[in-house]
């Protein structure tokens, strides 16, 4: 039986919707190459080639033959040079071209983000790893099976809660009832909570949206202050990620340059325009808006020890098996932080995320080589999704 795409991201239940809006997919109209980047050494020039023409072809492919209507690129290397391609069209009415590093929701990134807001927390002495959720937020945590006092942060954090999913609650019936719905975050814990316990907590792996909404509370009770505030004060601001952003209550716009967003429900069937959306319901989880090079100098700066001391750095990198991850196989997860096997050997980080009208997927390899890869719409297919990883794969592969 085929491994079916990881449940790592936020808001990827999207079975019941039904399009309305009927468009059609471009072929690769669009593929550019156009950030400035330092003089490279003539020995590096056939390096960049083949790194620049594979990933070319890996966005065309994924228009041309995956059917998404538009692909964004962006490359970074050890040095800092970036280098930024796009694929298909940016608006599928206009037939516009994807804005080069153009805005995506990165959705469950954010629990990269997330996750950093909280060790930085425990660095600073106000939150232990290994407490139970109930010393800091009593009495919140309780259903069939679930117990606050039994639940540690760092459970949380590592999806080893046993807490279930809300996501398929929250996009059933999506075009139709949720796009523009707001939700607060304590309904979306409502949700999880009133589902029964998967297994008790430290006993087994599985990815739920519903952790991350408990460590979104658990961020706001200890400083006293909103979760977006926190991860712009702490990670955004610093780092100077200017095309970054946690949208604000009620926007369901995309504040600068972007491609639309799109959603089928199945292979072969029309789109409908996504872009505009209510966030809310990933929260913590999954709400914030970035560009692909914005993610790949947030995921070096983290793991070059910029965000965080190398005490709760290592714990971050310290990983469970996570079966059904991604599609690749033999993943791990750690504090918000996972594993992508390579195929040219080793292991890079990694989080991705999914959500209505975006996908993304993103890594850095241990030399510091950096990548992200984005397509405006969800897979409809097992291989798409295969597809998209593929093409990571070969960002940070392609010497």
């Known amino acids: 039986m085929p491994k079916k795409p990881g449940r790592r991201h936020a808001l990827t239940a999207l079975s019941g919707v039904v399009a309305t809006l009927a468009l059609t997919v471009p072929a690769a109209d669009a593929l550019t ?34 059917g998404f209507p538009g692909a964004l690129a962006s490359l970074s290397d050890p040095h800092g040079r970036t280098r930024n391609y796009t694929a298909g069209v940016g608006d599928l009415k206009t037939r516009s071209k994807v804005p080069t590093d153009g805005q995506v929701r990165i959705a469950s990134n954010t629990k990269m983000f997330t996750a ?27 259903g069939d099976g679930i117990d606050g006092h039994d639940i540690t942060v760092r459970q949380l954090l590592q999806h080893t809660s046993g807490l279930a999913d809300y996501d398929e609650e929250v996009v059933r019936d999506y075009l139709t009832k949720q796009q523009h719905r707001y939700f607060e975050p304590r309904e979306l814990l409502d949700i999880g909570l009133g589902k029964k316990a998967l297994f008790a907590p430290g006993t087994g792996w599985s990815y739920s949206n519903t952790n991350y909404v408990v460590a979104g509370l658990l961020v706001q009770k200890v400083t006293g202050r909103p979760v977006g505030e926190e991860i712009t004060n702490r990670i955004i601001k610093p780092l100077g990620l200017r095309h970054t952003y946690w949208p604000g209550v009620g926007d369901q716009t995309i504040k600068g ?8 429900t199945a292979p072969d069937t029309p789109y409908t325009d996504v872009t505009e959306q209510d966030s809310a319901a990933a929260w913590a989880a999954g709400a914030l808006v970035g560009t692909p090079s914005d993610l ?25 098996d996570a079966p059904d991850l991604d599609t690749v196989g033999d993943g791990h997860y750690g504090l918000g932080l996972a594993t992508f096997k390579l195929s ?30 984005a397509v405006t719409a969800l897979p409809t297919s097992l291989p798409a999704a295969e597809h998209i990883e593929a093409a990571l794969d070969t960002a940070l592969c392609t010497r």
């Open 33 to 66: 190459n156009d950030t400035p980047a330092a003089p490279v050494a003539h020995g590096q020039d056939a390096d960049r080639g083949r790194t620049d023409a594979a990933v070319r072809k890996s966005l065309r492919s994924l228009v041309k033959e995956d």
């Open 116 to 142: 950093t807001v909280v060790l930085q927390l425990v660095g600073e002495g106000r939150i232990e790893l290994d407490a139970p959720i109930e010393t800091y937020l009593p009495g919140l945590v309780r």
């Open 296 to 320: 790949n100098r947030f995921l070096t700066a983290l793991l070059d020890g910029k965000l965080l001391e190398p005490a709760q750095l290592k714990e971050m990198k310290t990983t469970v």
């Open 344 to 373: 040219c050997g080793g292991y890079a980080w990694t989080h991705g995320g999914n959500a209505p009208g975006y996908t993304t997927r993103n890594a850095v390899t241990a030399d510091g080589r950096a990548a992200t890869v």
């Open 257 to 264: 340059r972007h491609p639309h967003g799109y959603f089928a």
